[in-house]
């Protein structure tokens, strides 16, 4: 399989602190793959090295074989990679049909003077707009709520309505910050499935970063484990689970010893 986004070493430093440690990933098209790591490890400063909120130190992010590191948030975008956050993002007091066409912003070729004198091409691209929005409203299962207020919405259909803006740039790499943060299990649950059919039915690529370790090895394909900002593991769920460096990362040094011990004496005759 052919790599769409491929990091190198990448490292980001504040001040005296190194959030992100010359971390390394290669993401194969059509995969769906975790980041996971505690609090702090850096997960959402790599997402932002690689969306261009932050301007890695050092290192080499490629994005279909095109380096990107360095560049602006908008000009990665229109490459093709979108993106949800930890903390939902939408424009709270715009509609939802609003916020996804804000998010098809990037694709639209009309300038603002065709859009002062209503040009035919302005029309045409604006209707060509707004039937795309409802087509994605529809999908993401918000049909009929296009004129609510975003901030009145269920929190579950604000992760789905900034999910459809993210969508509306027509995106080949999604990166999804935390996206069941905040929800039960059964919200969990179905957002996972949602996930898949964003893969299997619109192609696209997915890297998430994740704590809810059912939805994790439910879902991906490998996982990435991160800790004080370096990679420290890294394959697929099973491989995860079992890794004393990941247990060590999550549960402690003592707690992992523990469960060594514990499958040393298992393994015993």
């Known amino acids: 399989m052919s790599i769409i986004l491929s990091a190198s070493k990448v490292t980001k430093t504040f001040g005296g602190l190194v959030a992100v440690n010359e971390f ?8 769906i793959d ?18 261009g909120f932050y301007n890695p130190d050092d290192g080499e992010i490629r994005f279909n074989g095109h380096i990107i590191q360095g560049l602006k948030p908008d000009r990665i975008t229109k490459f093709g990679i979108a993106r949800t956050y930890q903390n939902i993002r939408l424009f709270s007091n715009m509609t939802s049909l609003e916020n996804i066409l804000v998010g098809q912003h990037p694709r639209l070729k009309t300038v603002w003077l065709e859009a002062l004198i209503g040009n035919a091409r302005f029309k ?6 707004l039937d795309r929005a409802q087509e994605l409203l529809e999908y993401v299962g918000l049909k009929g709520l296009g004129d609510q207020i975003a901030h009145n919405l269920p929190y579950g259909a604000q ?51 994740e704590h809810d370790m059912r939805v994790v090895m439910g879902i991906s394909e490998k996982i990435s484990v991160m800790d004080f900002g370096t990679k420290i593991a890294e394959g697929t769920p099973k491989e995860i689970q079992n890794n004393p460096h990941v247990i ?11 469960l060594e011990l514990q499958s040393e004496a298992s393994s015993r005759p």
């Open 248 to 258: 060590e990362a999550y549960l402690g040094r003592g707690a992992a010893a523990g």
């Open 124 to 129: 045409n691209e604006e209707k060509q707009a």
């Open 159 to 209: 992760r789905r309505l900034e999910v459809a803006r993210a969508l509306a740039s027509d995106p080949k790499l999604l990166l999804l910050d935390e996206p069941t943060a905040g929800m039960n299990p059964k919200e969990s649950a179905e957002m996972m499935h949602f996930i898949q059919r964003l893969r299997d039915e619109l192609g696209l690529t997915i890297l998430l970063i």
């Open 34 to 51: 975790s980041i996971i790591g505690p609090n702090g490890a850096g997960k959402t400063t790599f997402f932002n090295c690689v969306t």
């Open 24 to 31: 390394d990933v290669d993401i194969t098209v059509g995969a």
